[in-house]
């Protein structure tokens, strides 16, 4: 039920889209204490984006979930940009996060909904 989109204008290779796609996601499960088999993530790599103006590295990203505790979204943030900052190099200050809580009869999931 969690998902997790992450857009940068850094263009990747397919051995750190692995990684950071499999880090992500197992991030993620544990942050918000669900099990990974219901982790999504999404990276979309090499889109044209500016940040105040500059091209320099930079990211956007979006996590959803199901019963996100407004108070969890502080460590959220900081882990995530620990992430990014690890495996992409863009500093926290270059980092946009949107979180939504996602409500379980608006999340669909094996032909039901949560």
Known sequence: MPFLKITTNQTLDDTTRATLLGEA??????????????VMVELADGRPMLFAGDDAPLAYLELKSI?????????????????????LGIPADRVYIEFSNAARHLWGWNGTTF
């Open 25 to 38: 996601s197992a991030r993620v499960a544990e942050a918000l204490g669900k099990p990974e088999r219901y």
């Open 67 to 87: 019963g996100l505790p407004e108070g969890a979204t502080p460590a959220l943030s900081d882990a995530l940009c620990d992430l990014v900052g690890e495996r």
